[in-house]
C-alpha cells in the first residue's frame, strides 16, 4: 500500500531556531501533499495543502511566513517552522494520497515538536 | 457551512460490539473515511464508502447512507488494543477532506 514517510519522529529546540520537517511519499507520486498540526487531545487541524511546483496554500489563521513549505519534487515536501516559540510546541503529520479518486489519505508518523 | 459530528467519548466492553456514528453536511459529496488513531501517534486508515451500503473488512465494518448524510464504524469482538480515537472524514465536492473531531473510544476489560 502507499507509503508517507516523515522525518524526524521528534525534535527539541530552543525557542528562536528554526526546525525543517520532511515528509516523503516513497511509492508513488504526490502532485499534493497536506500538513496538519494536533494539540493534546484535540482534533487534526489542517494548516496548509502543499503543491508540487507552486505556492502553497495555507488555512486561515496560518502565518504562512513561519511555517515555510516547499514542495519541490512530487515526492518530497518539506514544513520549516521558523523562529519557533513554546507555542509552537505540537504534534505535525503530513499526508499524502495517490492520485486515484477513491485512494484515502495516508499519514506520516508524524514529527512531535517541543520548543523550549 | 460543513460540518461532520461524531460523539465525543464512547466506552464498551472488551469482547463486545460498538457502533460509532458520524453525520455530516458537505458540499458535495466524494467519499467517507474513517481512521483510527493511537494516542500519540499518526492516524491509520480503516475504511472508505462512496457508495450506500456496508463494507465489511474483518473485524471493522463500515455502513453509508448518502441520502441521510450518515455513516457508521462497527467493531465486533473488542479488543483492548482497540482503545484509540475514530475519525470520521468526508471528501467533498472540491476533494478536500473535512474532518470530524474524532471519537475516544475506551475499552474495559
Known amino acids: 500500500g502507499a507509503v508517507v514517510s516523515q522525518h524526524p519522529s521528534w525534535v527539541i529546540c530552543k525557542s528562536g531556531t528554526s526546525v525543517k520537517i520532511e515528509c516523503r511519499s516513497l511509492d508513488f507520486q504526490a502532485t499534493t501533499m497536506f500538513w496538519y498540526r494536533q494539540f493534546p487531545k484535540q482534533s487534526l487541524m489542517l494548516m496548509a495543502t502543499?503543491?508540487?511546483?507552486?505556492?502553497?496554500?495555507?488555512e486561515q489563521g496560518v502565518e504562512k511566513d513561519k511555517f515555510l513549505i516547499n514542495h519541490a519534487s512530487l515526492t518530497l515536501s518539506t514544513l520549516t517552522v521558523t523562529s519557533a516559540h513554546p507555542e509552537d510546541s505540537s504534534f505535525y503529520i503530513c499526508?499524502?494520497?495517490?492520485?486515484?479518486?477513491?485512494?484515502?489519505?495516508?499519514f506520516g508518523n508524524g514529527t512531535r515538536l517541543t520548543v523550549t | 457551512g460543513q460540518n461532520i459530528d461524531q460523539p465525543t467519548e464512547m466506552t464498551a466492553t472488551e469482547g463486545a460490539i460498538v457502533q460509532i456514528n458520524c453525520t455530516y453536511q458537505?458540499?458535495?459529496?466524494?467519499?467517507l473515511f474513517w481512521y483510527q488513531q493511537h494516542a500519540g501517534e499518526a492516524p491509520t486508515f480503516l475504511s472508505y464508502?462512496?457508495l450506500d451500503g456496508l463494507e465489511e473488512k474483518g473485524r471493522f465494518s463500515s455502513f453509508l447512507s448518502r441520502s441521510k448524510g450518515y455513516s457508521y464504524l462497527l467493531l465486533k469482538e473488542l479488543q483492548m488494543k482497540d482503545s484509540a480515537s475514530y475519525l470520521c472524514?468526508?471528501?467533498?465536492?472540491?476533494?478536500?477532506?473535512?474532518w470530524g473531531a474524532g471519537t475516544k473510544l475506551i475499552i474495559k476489560p
Open positions: 472524514a468526508v471528501r467533498d465536492s472540491n476533494y478536500q477532506l473535512i
Open positions: 502543499s503543491n508540487e511546483g507552486s505556492k502553497a496554500t495555507y
Open positions: 458537505t458540499s458535495g459529496f466524494n467519499g
Open positions: 464508502n462512496v
Open positions: 499526508s499524502a494520497s495517490p492520485p486515484q479518486g477513491s485512494s484515502p489519505l495516508h
